[in-house]
């Protein structure tokens, strides 16, 4: 028996409605969407990057490496560290915020650069609520107040008392204009009336450097990027950031209430990538936190792991990105 294979006329509408729609799912990015779904099953079938927008040396980056190199052994998948400095972050935050939301590509910054600079700069080349899905906090570190050892002070009221002798003549060093040690800067200030005169670095390790040789006699820096200076004898610490002592060091004597200030190091990926893959990162990042060797590296660098879950990290931000724009509307530092 032979049929008619010709189409009909009632066929053809349909079919040429059918081809509209699948060019309209296709032109959507439906299929790609789905795909995507689909293959973050297989995750990770490469290498990822974590993209640290600071220079090399520097706490974040520092932290970054800890964490990558651990991932990647429970992974069976290389993470590699790019660092993509510059704009106090903006350079390296803006790439990643760019980035294909595939599972590869993701940033792991220091609270400073996302949470100040949108209130720092007249624009920022992304938005750290919509460009960006948190994944996870790593580990928080207090900063530390620290001279060069030859510097005459050896607590805060004698710096206090020696930067009153001499107004506008001692200088303290910072990573950058609007960077965290600047703002702890400002607010020793204001808070205790002296007048000091900020030198901006590009990166914390250069300006833990300078004091280190004596080029300026203090910085406040973060616990892992100036306590190895610390213990060596290379710096003298005048105290925390803090209103009460750190675990990390309690014979550190706390600043007080109006220097208190710890900032947070967290990983974020591009908005959209697969919650699927969100959730295992999480949870292969959280078991390499808790090894006891993770733990001890941390403590090493002056920092402690937390515990934190992508909807609770996401939860934190519009209200710290509220505080720190008061604290640099108050400070009066602004970058155009």
């Not at 299929?31 to 995507?36: E, G, T, Y």
């Not at 510059?86 to 595939?102: C, I, K, L, M, P």
């Not at 959209?272 to 001890?296: N, Q, S, W, Y």
């Given at each position: 028996m032979m049929f008619d294979t010709t189409p009909s006329s009632a066929c053809l509408p349909r079919r040429a409605a059918l081809a509209a729609a699948l060019a309209t799912v296709l032109a959507g990015g439906v299929?790609?969407?789905?795909?995507?779904q689909g293959s973050s099953a297989n995750?990770?079938?490469?290498?990822?990057?974590?993209?640290?927008?600071?220079?090399?040396?520097?706490?974040?980056?520092?932290?970054?490496?800890?964490v990558a190199q651990g991932l990647g052994q429970s992974l069976?998948?290389?993470?590699?560290?790019?660092?993509?400095?510059?704009?106090?972050?903006?350079?390296?935050?803006?790439?990643?915020?760019?980035?294909?939301?595939?599972?590869?590509?993701f940033l792991v910054t220091a609270q400073s650069a996302y949470t100040i600079n949108p209130a720092l700069y007249s624009s920022v080349p992304f938005d750290p609520i919509k460009d960006f899905t948190p994944v996870m906090q790593l580990a928080v570190a207090p900063y530390l107040l620290v001279v060069n050892p030859n510097f005459p002070a050896k607590n805060l009221d004698e710096l206090v008392a020696y930067a009153k002798q001499h107004p506008g003549k001692v200088e303290y060093a910072s990573a950058g204009n609007g960077t965290l040690n600047h703002l702890l800067g400002e607010m020793l200030k204001k808070q205790k009336g002296v007048d000091l005169l900020h030198v901006?670095?590009?990166?914390?390790?250069?300006?833990?450097?300078?004091?280190?040789?004596?080029?300026?006699?203090?910085?406040?820096?973060?616990?892992?990027?100036?306590?190895?200076?610390?213990?060596?004898?290379?710096?003298?610490?005048?105290?925390?950031?803090?209103?009460?002592?750190?675990?990390?060091?309690?014979?550190?004597?706390?600043?007080?209430?109006?220097?208190?200030?710890?900032?947070?190091?967290?990983?974020?990926?591009?908005a959209?990538?697969?919650?699927?893959?969100?959730?295992?990162?999480?949870?292969?990042?959280?078991?390499?936190?808790?090894?006891?060797?993770?733990?001890?590296r941390l403590k090493t660098l002056g920092a402690e792991s937390v515990v934190s879950t992508p909807q609770s990290f996401k939860a934190s931000l519009p209200a710290e990105l509220a505080y720190w724009k008061q604290v640099v509307q108050d400070s009066g530092a602004h970058i155009d």
């Open positions: 299929l790609p969407q789905a795909w995507a995750w990770p079938s490469k290498p990822i990057t974590f993209v640290v927008p600071q220079a090399p040396g520097g706490a974040n980056d520092v932290i970054a490496r800890a069976g998948q290389p993470v590699i560290v790019e660092n993509r400095a510059g704009a106090n972050g903006n350079v390296g935050t803006s790439q990643v915020a760019r980035s294909a939301a595939d599972g590869y590509t901006p670095y590009k990166g914390a390790s250069a300006a833990a450097t300078d004091v280190v040789a004596g080029q300026l006699p203090m910085t406040f820096g973060s616990f892992p990027g100036v306590m190895p200076f610390v213990t060596s004898g290379k710096l003298r610490v005048l105290g925390v950031a803090s209103d009460k002592p750190t675990q990390l060091a309690p014979e550190i004597v706390p600043l007080g209430k109006g220097l208190a200030v710890t900032s947070w190091y967290g990983l974020f990926a591009p959209g990538t697969p919650d699927t893959v969100v959730v295992r990162l999480h949870a292969a990042i959280t078991k390499v936190l808790a090894t006891p060797v993770m733990a001890e």
